[in-house]
Nanobody, 119 residues
Framework: QVQLVESGGGLVQAGGSLRLSCAAS????????MGWFRQAPGKEREHVAT????????YYADSVKGRFIISTDNEKNTVYLQMNSLKPEDTAVYYC????????????WGQGTQVTVSA
């Protein structure tokens, strides 16, 4: 089992920045990939960014590329999402998730943290 807890959400003006954190506990040594996802009201959940647990191979959705940075700190068992140049359309509940094996599904999810970007 892996437990994930997100933090760092809040209200920010357009053009501002936020850093989300996702603290992992439990069988963290078995994590293969960590991902960030988001879901806006009335919309489907969408992928934002992923990274291997060892910090390799960051990958971003086109909508956030060049603005968001995903990173890991294995000593703290934490994955971060640095969000810069935020836009109102980035408003959503952000979730982190853990994938335990290559090509597998995301087996564990956090409870989510709200990010609201005002115009």
């Amino acid at each position: 089992q892996v437990q994930l807890v997100e933090s760092g959400g809040g209200l920010v003006q357009a053009g501002g920045s936020l850093r989300l954190s996702c603290a992992a506990s439990g069988r963290t040594f078995s994590i293969y990939v960590m991902g960030w996802f988001r879901q806006a009201p009335g919309k489907e959940r969408e992928h934002v960014a992923t990274i291997r647990w060892n910090g390799d191979m960051p990958y971003y959705a086109d909508s956030v590329k060049g603005r968001f940075i995903i990173s890991t700190d294995n000593e703290k068992n934490t994955v971060y999402l640095q969000m810069n140049s935020l836009k109102p359309e980035d408003t959503a509940v952000y979730y982190c998730a853990a994938q335990m094996r290559p090509y597998g599904s995301y087996d564990y999810w956090g409870q989510g943290t709200q990010v609201t970007v005002s115009a």
